[in-house]
């Protein structure tokens, strides 16, 4: 896992985040961990390359700081929640990837997301 520079837009992921993914990962079943992978890595590089993703790939996941709201790339059982920067231009970034088998959006998920929001977006 790394950022990656698509043809529209940059993927960054914040500190710490690829970390995440690997502990995610961790959790799903050994023979599907390379599928799952090679997977989240093509819906990121469709994102950096402009390509759509449908809306159960790319669901709206929560709120940020000032209005807008965050996203998670989703392939099942991990998801890594991202948002697109008004502070710089044609970049996403990645806060962090869980492993998910519950359907709510955890306070300390939208936490995370919001706290490397404003240390990108307001620093």
Aim: proline share 4%; net charge positive.
């Amino acid at each position: 896992m790394k950022d990656y520079e698509g043809t529209v837009f940059h993927i960054i992921h914040c500190e710490g985040a690829i970390d995440s993914f690997y502990e995610a990962l961790k959790r799903v079943q050994k023979h599907k961990q390379e599928s799952l992978k090679a997977q989240m890595l093509s819906l990121i590089e469709r994102l950096g390359n402009g390509h759509k993703l449908s809306g159960d790939s790319f669901p709206t996941e929560g709120d940020l700081p000032k209005g807008g709201s965050f996203r998670a790339i989703k392939k099942l059982p991990v998801r890594a929640y991202v948002w697109r920067s008004k502070k710089h231009s044609n970049t996403y970034y990645i806060s962090h990837y869980i492993y998910k088998d519950y359907p709510k959006l955890k306070p300390k998920d939208c936490e995370k997301v919001c706290n490397n929001w404003r240390l990108i977006e307001e620093n």
